[in-house]
C-alpha cells in the first residue's frame, strides 16, 4: 500500500510546481532577509494557484504575506485582470514582498496592505464578495479569520488555510500548545460547517480547503 509521505509530496514538486527564477529567489530570499523560513512549499504553492483557477477567481485575498511567495503562485492562478490583496502586519516584511512581486511580473495585479489583517479585512468587506480566500497568519486567529471569509466569499469560491497539521502535532495529544489546539478546533469547525463542501490537502503541512455551497 502506498502511504502519503514526504517523498511522495517532494514528488509532487518535482513534476508539477516547477518554479522560475523568480519564483526560487523569493523562496531562497525571503530567509536571507532575516523574515522566517516559512513559506507554503512548491506544491502547496501549485495547488493554491490550482485552486484560483479552478474556481475562476479574479478577485483573491491573502491574510500573512511574508516575503511573497504564496502571493506569486495565486496571483498567477487568477483570470486575466483579476488582483490579489494581501494583508501583512509587518511593514518589513510588505517590502521585502513587493521586491519579489515585481521580479516576478506579478505587482500590477498585487497590492499589500500594511496594518493588522482584523482591521484591514473590517474595511476589505465593502470590496467584497471574494473567489478566493487564503488564510496563513497567526493561527489563534483562524477562527475570526474564518468568521470574515465565509459570508465575504460568493457561493462556489474558495477558502483555504494553511498549516492544518501544524507539522504533526494536532495528533499529539500531549501537545497543548495554543496555536495546536486552535488549529484543532479550527479544523473541526470547518468540518461540520454545511455551508461549504472542505477536506485538507495533505502535501506539506496541509492545506484546509473550502468550496462555499
Ligand atoms: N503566506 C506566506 C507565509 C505567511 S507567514 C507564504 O507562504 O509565502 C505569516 C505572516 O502573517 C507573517 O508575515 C506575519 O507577519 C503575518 N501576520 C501575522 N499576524 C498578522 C496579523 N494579525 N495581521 C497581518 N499580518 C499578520
Ligand atoms: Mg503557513
Redesign the pocket.
Known amino acids: 500500500m502506498t502511504v502519503y509521505n514526504d517523498q511522495l509530496s517532494q514528488y509532487i514538486s518535482d513534476t508539477f510546481a516547477a518554479q522560475d527564477e523568480a519564483l526560487r529567489w523569493a523562496w531562497e530570499d525571503?530567509p536571507r532577509q532575516g523574515?522566517?523560513a516559512?513559506?507554503?512549499r512548491p506544491e502547496e504553492g501549485r495547488f493554491l494557484q490550482f485552486l484560483v483557477r479552478a474556481c475562476g477567481a479574479s478577485k483573491a485575498v491573502?491574510?500573512?504575506?511574508?516575503?511573497?511567495?504564496?502571493?506569486i503562485w495565486i496571483a498567477r492562478g487568477l483570470l486575466p485582470g483579476g488582483a490579489l490583496i494581501t494583508?501583512?502586519?509587518?511593514p518589513a516584511?510588505a517590502a521585502v514582498a513587493r521586491k519579489h512581486f515585481e521580479a516576478a511580473g506579478v505587482a500590477d495585479r498585487v497590492e499589500i496592505r500594511i496594518?493588522?489583517?482584523?482591521e484591514?479585512l473590517r474595511r476589505l468587506a465593502a470590496e467584497g464578495p471574494f473567489d478566493f480566500v487564503?488564510i496563513?497568519?497567526?493561527k489563534s486567529?483562524y477562527g475570526a479569520y474564518w468568521d470574515w471569509a465565509l459570508p465575504n466569499v460568493r457561493p462556489g469560491g474558495i477558502i483555504a488555510a494553511?498549516n492544518a497539521f501544524r507539522h504533526g502535532a494536532i495528533l499529539d495529544a500531549g501537545d497543548r500548545a495554543a496555536a495546536t489546539e486552535a488549529m484543532r478546533v479550527f479544523n473541526r469547525r470547518v468540518a461540520a460547517e454545511p455551508r461549504v463542501i472542505s477536506t485538507i490537502f495533505p502535501g506539506g503541512d496541509g492545506t484546509l480547503v473550502a468550496v462555499k455551497k
Open positions: 525571503t523574515l522566517p516559512i513559506s507554503v491573502e491574510i500573512g504575506t511574508l516575503g511573497g511567495y504564496s502571493g494583508l501583512e502586519r509587518e516584511h496594518g493588522d489583517a482584523r484591514s487564503f496563513d497568519a497567526e486567529d494553511h
